[in-house]
């Protein structure tokens, strides 16, 4: 960015260090769940923040005040390339995706082409530009499938159960290949289920929030399988802190898990978000679907020590959190 004029008096004085840090920042998906709070985050910070999103599952009202926004399918090149050089980022933050892995499983094709061709246009147009920095949202609950040994660090073996594990991790493949050279330094974060408020309760994915919308109506929630079935659940709040450290202070090239180490069955998720709620309804017991991991957690070492980061917020509190919205917005 160009020389930003200081503001006076003392606050010049205590903002100027932050002032000549901003930088332009693109997040993809910041009309959603996630990138609403990494966006919001990064405004915060200082940054200048361009939000692109299809709005195919986010909304308007989750894109921060003070941010820019453009709605943009990365599967339209020319539109990329047209969005990123009229905003110039020095960095950006990937963090849109198709996240519906039973999508992904009936239509294969589309999930690729949200996941690897979206990602390929997006890498190409910042390279165009000079970006710095380029930050890839992957998954760690889908990437690893079934792994031998649990926890799985970043080691683990890339054998997904499903499309979209597969793509997001070609998505990966495609910033290392054309990441190399040292023209751009990439960053990805393995997510595990994150949850949280701006959640959709209208997909899959968010069984945090399909739980609890579905409580505070009084309707009965469906849980795939007999329950057992575990996840590592990461409230949102932590997840952006470690993609902001990651923006700081990830290498070139660098792989982090971001999850909370600790398993969690879809019962226990169900009675926490029931006690949350205050309902007393019971579940209903559906046929497990296909591709869905039975059992899945995370070693998430690796950022803590290369990055400073671990999740702080209790699995009980984020789900309290959680709700808590979810019974704001309904009223």
């Known amino acids: ?194 949850y949280g408020p701006r959640q959709n309760p209208k997909g899959e994915a968010g069984v945090v929030a399909i739980f609890a919308t579905q409580l505070l109506r009084g309707a009965r929630p469906t849980i795939f399988g007999d329950g057992s079935k575990t996840r590592d659940y990461v409230f949102v709040e932590d997840v952006v802190r470690a993609s902001l450290l990651a923006m700081e202070k990830a290498p070139p090239g660098a792989c982090y898990n971001i999850g909370t180490g600790q398993p969690t069955t879809d019962q226990r998720i169900f009675d926490l978000v029931r006690a949350a709620v205050g309902a007393n309804l019971t579940p209903i017991y559906g046929s497990k679907r296909p591709g869905e991991v039975d059992h899945i957690y995370l070693d998430c070492r690796r950022a803590e020590r290369e990055l400073g980061w671990r999740p702080t917020v209790s699995l009980d509190e984020g789900i309290r959190r959680t709700v808590a919205f979810y019974r704001a917005k309904a009223n």
């Open 1 to 194: 960015m160009g020389e930003q004029p200081l503001p006076g008096g003392a606050r010049g004085l205590q903002e100027a260090a932050r002032w000549r840090l901003a930088v332009r920042v693109l997040v993809t998906g910041g009309a959603g769940f996630i990138g609403s709070h990494v966006a919001e985050a990064l405004l915060a910070a200082g940054h200048e923040v361009l939000v692109l999103d299809d709005l195919s599952a986010g909304d308007t009202a989750n894109v921060p005040a003070g941010a820019r926004f453009v709605r943009v399918d990365l599967c339209d090149r020319a539109a990329v390339l047209e969005a990123v050089k009229a905003f110039r980022p020095e960095e950006v933050n990937h963090h849109a995706a198709q996240t519906n892995l039973r999508f992904s499983v009936e239509n294969p094709m589309a999930d690729a082409r949200a996941n690897v061709l979206g990602t390929l246009h997006l890498l190409e147009a910042a390279l165009a530009v000079g970006t710095r920095r380029f930050l890839y949202a992957s998954t760690g609950g889908a990437i690893y499938g079934e792994p031998a040994r649990l926890p799985a660090d970043e080691g683990t073996p890339v054998q997904p159960l499903a499309p979209y594990g597969f793509h997001k991790f070609l998505g990966e493949e495609v910033l290392r290949l054309l990441a190399s050279g040292g023209r751009i330094a990439t960053c990805t974060l393995r997510y595990g289920n994150v």
